[in-house]
């Protein structure tokens, strides 16, 4: 192989084997074999007309030949050799002419193996970044995920652990397994009633809350070392039945009103003495609460309830002091005062008992100087709350009736 010139458009360092020139796609290889075959043809041609002349030189003048001096032997040697060099430069000059079209395209072939290398390591460079890149991603996302989850527990699920000063107390025991009783359902009925999460979502929060209810409640029952007058399950359930009676009454005791302690049992646990859970827990939780609880229910007697209000409050209490092991002995002059009360309440307000007849039931939208005149009268006890909108406020009837306000006007009743 030799680099040579493109007889067609004359460009350099053109292969002598190739078939087409880069610039006008002569066929170069084509062209040089012609010449080759052309040369050849031609150095056979003129060798067979020196043949042919020696022979017919051999045949006119046979004579010559024996003539011929030394002197032509050498100056045809001498023709021959320079022939020969001729020849041989042509043959080297086309074999470095195909050295260098070789030596050109082996430098091409390592430019375009560099070249692929080069952009190999650039797409696997590449192919790495883009793997850390989309890792990282997901790193971050899971991260934020695991972080609004954890966030999400922390707010819904975290039920703090409750100490025990006394690990022999029941009624700190008691009082440790309510708190995590309250907590647990007030978290509970968060869950249930944030709609931003779907159901699955609701009972995966509800599940780890649980968890770690129960974990708690252990924790609780490892540390005591008392006796208990139940099980923890009969407890458990008594408190989840009846958790918000159970706050009502501990509401009432903190601000020392066992008057209130007492009618909220017997209202809404049960109006005879029975050794049940319930009884248990408040006895506990709420000493007072049957103690002094009964005495200042008798004590009110004629005091804020008078009429058949006042009578039916009166046989309620006797009814459950009747029921107790001590019997109304223990509370004989207690309630001989109650009646005492009560009839000299009814014989001063004998005229406006007569007189209640013509006053109105309590209706929506009564203002509350007008539920003060209705055949309801004055509650025994008023619960109010105050929000960014209003006030809103509970008035508490015996037999199970209330009325309630909206910034000073009923808006429902309950019989």
């Known amino acids: 192989m030799a680099l040579v010139k493109c007889p067609e458009c004359g460009r350099e360092r053109v292969s002598d084997t190739a078939e087409a020139c880069p610039d006008c796609g002569y066929n170069v290889r084509a062209h040089y074999e012609r010449v080759k075959e052309e040369n050849e043809k031609r150095l056979e041609e003129e060798e067979k007309t020196d043949t042919e002349k020696e022979q017919a030189s051999k045949e006119e003048q046979p004579s010559k030949e024996e003539k011929t001096s030394e002197e032509e032997r050498v100056l045809n040697a001498e023709k021959e050799s ?28 390592r430019y375009l193996e560099n070249g692929f290398q080069i952009q190999q390591k650039d797409i696997i460079l590449m192919s790495v970044l883009g793997i850390i890149t989309i890792l ?79 974990k708690r409640i252990e924790e609780i029952t490892d540390e005591y070392n008392g006796t208990l007058e139940y099980s923890i399950t009969d407890i458990e359930k008594s408190m989840e039945n009846d958790t918000i009676f159970f706050t009502l009454i ?3 005791y903190d601000k020392g009103d066992y008057q209130w302690c007492f009618y909220t049992y017997l209202e809404n646990f049960s109006k005879t003495y029975i050794e049940d859970c319930s009884y248990y827990i408040v006895k506990t939780l709420y000493p007072k609460t049957f103690s002094e609880g009964i005495k200042e229910q008798l004590a009110s007697v004629g005091v804020i309830e008078w009429g058949e209000d006042g009578k039916e409050t009166l046989n309620e209490v006797i009814t459950y002091i009747n029921s107790t092991p001590e019997g109304s002995d223990a509370y004989a002059s207690l309630i001989s005062d109650a009646r005492k009360q009560l009839d000299e309440k009814n014989k001063e307000t004998g005229e406006n008992k007569r007189s209640a007849s013509k006053k109105r039931s309590p209706a929506i939208g009564m203002t509350a100087e007008e539920v003060l ?22 008035w508490c009837y015996s037999g199970y009736r209330y009325i309630y306000f909206d910034n000073g006007t009923v808006s429902s009743i309950s019989e």
């Open 82 to 109: 320079e022939e020969e060099k001729t020849l041989e430069k042509e043959t080297a000059s086309k074999e470095e002419s195909i050295s260098e079209r070789q030596n050109e395209r082996m430098e091409s072939v």
């Open 136 to 214: 990282l991603l997901v790193g971050i996302v899971c991260y934020t995920n695991i972080k609004a989850s954890n966030s999400e527990k922390q707010k819904y699920c975290y039920i703090p652990s409750v100490e025990i000063k006394d690990n022999s107390s029941e009624q700190e025991f008691l009082e440790a397994i309510l708190k995590c009783k309250v907590q647990h359902k007030e978290l509970d009925y968060i869950i249930k009633m944030d709609f931003k999460y779907d159901e699955d979502k609701r009972k995966k929060l509800r599940k780890v809350l649980r968890e770690n209810y129960e």
């Open 250 to 252: 501990e509401k009432y």
């Open 373 to 394: 005149e209705s055949t309801w009268g004055r509650p025994q006890k008023i619960n109010k709350t105050t929000y960014s909108w209003g006030t809103t406020e509970q």
